[in-house]
């Protein structure tokens, strides 16, 4: 064989043994006794950001919906006066509540999409 031959069957090699699955990484010991459990299972599922996220989006949708009922309802209420849109009926069913609802619900994930965008260019995720 020729060199050039052999140098490309050795890289062959090299990107064989670079391909080649590597041995996953000793599992750390289970720990012992109930608190250190209890500890191991507050940091593994991080229990406490879970509960201060839970939290702070609880207030974080009172806000918003705040902000669709005392400022921007408000401005469409103005944009059609003299409509009772939520009081229209069609038989049994409350169209206009339905109606109502869904035009809240369309400004508030329109609000929480601006804040998400907002806030991921400041570097919050």
Same mark, same amino acid.
């Given at each position: 064989?020729?060199?050039?031959? /052999?140098?490309?069957?050795?890289?062959?090699?090299?990107?064989?043994?670079?391909?080649?699955?590597?041995?996953? #990484?000793?599992? #750390? #010991?289970?720990?012992?006794?109930?608190?250190?459990?209890?500890?191991?299972?507050?940091?593994?599922?991080? +229990?406490?950001?879970?509960? +201060?996220? *839970?939290?702070?989006?609880?207030?974080?949708? %009172?806000?918003?919906?705040?902000?669709?009922?005392?400022?921007?309802? #408000?401005?469409?209420? *103005?944009?059609?006066? /003299?409509?009772?849109?939520?009081?229209?009926?069609?038989?049994?069913?409350? +169209?206009?509540?339905?109606?109502?609802?869904?035009? %809240? *619900?369309?400004?508030?994930?329109?609000?929480? *999409?601006?804040?998400?965008?907002? %806030?991921?260019?400041?570097?919050?995720?």
């Amino acid at each position: 064989m020729s060199s050039k031959e /052999d140098e490309i069957i050795e890289e062959l090699r090299k990107i064989r043994q670079l391909l080649e699955p590597k041995p996953a #990484p000793p599992a #750390p #010991p289970a720990p012992k006794g109930l608190i250190a459990e209890f500890k191991t299972f507050i940091s593994k599922y991080k +229990v406490l950001g879970m509960a +201060v996220a *839970f939290i702070l989006g609880l207030y974080l949708g %009172t806000l918003v919906e705040a902000l669709v009922n005392d400022l921007i309802m #408000p401005v469409i209420e *103005f944009a059609t006066p /003299d409509v009772a849109w939520e009081q229209v009926v069609l038989g049994p069913f409350r +169209v206009g509540h339905f109606i109502g609802s869904l035009v %809240t *619900f369309l400004i508030v994930a329109f609000v929480i *999409f601006l804040l998400v965008k907002i %806030t991921s260019k400041w570097g919050i995720e």
